[in-house]
């Protein structure tokens, strides 16, 4: 599925929301890699992305790497949302 503008930029607000600074522009750069983000804030961004997205996140999906970038968390939610 391609890239949803609007979903990524729904994202690029919910991770400023958690990391307290704006995504990097490049959709692409891990997020915990920059230190923008760490693995405590993991939980916090999950339970953001569960209430703006309508969904739920399994704790089997509690990675780093499925939420480590925008593109990546869009390309999950392209799979889990209906």
Known sequence: ???DSTR???LRILVQGVAGKPAPE??????????????FALPDLVSAIEKE????????DLNPRK???IARMDEYLAGHIG
Not at 53 to 60: G, H, L, Q, T, Y
């Open 1 to 3: 599925m391609p890239p």
């Open 8 to 10: 990524r930029q729904r």
């Open 26 to 39: 490049d959709e692409q750069e891990s997020l915990f890699e920059s230190g923008l983000l760490d693995s």
């Open 53 to 60: 997205f309508a969904i739920k996140v399994p704790d089997s």
């Open 67 to 69: 939420f480590d970038s």
